[in-house]
Nanobody, 126 residues
Framework: QLRLVESGGGLVQPGGPLRLSCAAS????????IGWFRQVPGKEREAISC????????YYADSVKGRFAISADNSKDTVYLQMNSLKPEDTAVYYC???????????????????WGKGTQVTVSS
């Protein structure tokens, strides 16, 4: 059973950086897409960024392009989301999720993810 555990959330000032980590365990396949999603109370969960295990291709939502960067350390089975130039509207619960697919284009389809972490709160406020 695949398990995803997020960490690194917290309170950060506008314009500041924060790095989220997602530790994965129990993968039974070398082919998967893994990434980050976020949700604000009362709104639908949205895809932020994903990375493919097969070729390292990535997806970014328009709202975070140029500010966020996803990366993977396969030796640690960990995926990171480096968030820079944070804005108050980035405040949300951030979730790590994975799908047993090679297609990073699956990322925007939130319901297409097979496994989810429990989330970590990110609050951007002065």
């Amino acid at each position: 059973q695949l398990r995803l555990v997020e960490s690194g959330g917290g309170l950060v000032q506008p314009g500041g950086p924060l790095r989220l980590s997602c530790a994965a365990s129990g993968f039974s396949s070398d082919t998967y897409v893994i990434g980050w999603f976020r949700q604000v109370p009362g709104k639908e969960r949205e895809a932020i960024s994903c990375i493919s295990s097969t070729d390292g291709s990535t997806y970014y939502a328009d709202s975070v392009k140029g500010r966020f960067a996803i990366s993977a350390d396969n030796s640690k089975d960990t995926v990171y989301l480096q968030m820079n130039s944070l804005k108050p509207e980035d405040t949300a619960v951030y979730y790590c999720a994975a799908a047993l697919s090679a297609a990073v284009t699956l990322c925007p389809i939130v319901n297409g993810m097979d496994y989810w972490g429990k989330g970590t709160q990110v609050t951007v406020s002065s």
